[in-house]
């Protein structure tokens, strides 16, 4: 299958500084991405898809100017959770759809983000 | 509004059985359907992907149904392993913007 890299996985950083995790489609190219957020024994919560070349789609609630998503290339998106609080801590996962796979996603390892 | 259902929420099985996970969805007109695998503190593992043209899916011990005219699907593993417990997701792509829509998952625990 497929292979998709997130990098870190696991961060620990202080209250209001900024967090860059990155999400790379090693073997293949990925024109959308997805960003998740996973709480404790819950599912998967879709917080953006990521276009690369245009702007990120936020789902409803979620602060568009608190993560910040950039796909410039089409291996390469990144989600940057800025002024980091304790309640953002939690576990982010991106996807990437394979397209020439019948749009199989393939997931990332997560990112642990623990902010003190 | 598409709704995906997975029962049961957590299962506890004697290694060696075979077992059957159910998911459920509202609206047939699916485009595909995907089983995960995710083990504690990590990322999500594609299982199996099964077409809306297509009625089963195999890989190794496991194997993946769909009755789209039902809405169900089913993952069925045989000789059930303790390496294979861990929470199984299943989900839903509704058309090519391959989106997914996600069942709450079943936590598996495979009893040595």
């Known amino acids: 299958g497929a292979v998709v890299s997130q990098h870190p996985s696991r961060v620990i950083c202080k209250s209001g500084t900024s967090v860059k995790i990155e999400c790379r489609s090693l073997?293949?190219?990925?024109?959308?991405m997805f960003w998740y957020r996973q709480f404790p024994k819950q599912s998967l919560m879709l917080m953006a898809t990521s276009n690369e070349g245009s702007k990120a789609t936020y789902e409803q609630g979620v602060e568009k100017d608190k993560f910040l998503i950039n796909h410039a290339s089409l291996t390469l998106s990144t989600l940057t959770v800025t002024s980091a609080h304790p309640e953002d801590s939690s576990f982010y996962i991106c996807s990437a759809p394979r397209i020439d796979l019948n749009t199989e996603a393939f997931f990332g390892q997560g990112t642990r983000l623990t902010v003190v | 509004k598409q709704e995906v259902t997975q029962i049961p929420a957590a299962l506890s099985v004697p290694e060696g059985e075979n077992l059957v996970l159910n998911c459920s969805f509202t609206?047939?007109?699916?485009?595909?359907l995907q089983w995960f695998r995710q083990d504690p503190g990590k990322g999500l593992t594609s299982l199996l992907l099964?077409?809306?043209s297509q009625r089963e899916q195999t890989s190794g011990r496991l194997n993946a149904s769909l009755d789209k005219s039902s809405g169900r699907s089913t993952l069925y593993i045989a000789a059930s392993q303790p390496g294979d417990s861990a929470t199984y997701l299943c989900?839903?792509?509704?058309?090519?913007?391959?989106?997914?829509?996600w069942g709450a998952g079943t936590k598996l625990i495979i009893k040595p």
């Open positions: 609206d047939s007109a699916i485009y595909n």
């Open positions: 989900a839903v792509n509704m058309d090519s913007n391959y989106q997914l829509i």
């Open positions: 073997d293949f190219q990925a024109t959308t």
């Open positions: 099964i077409q809306s």
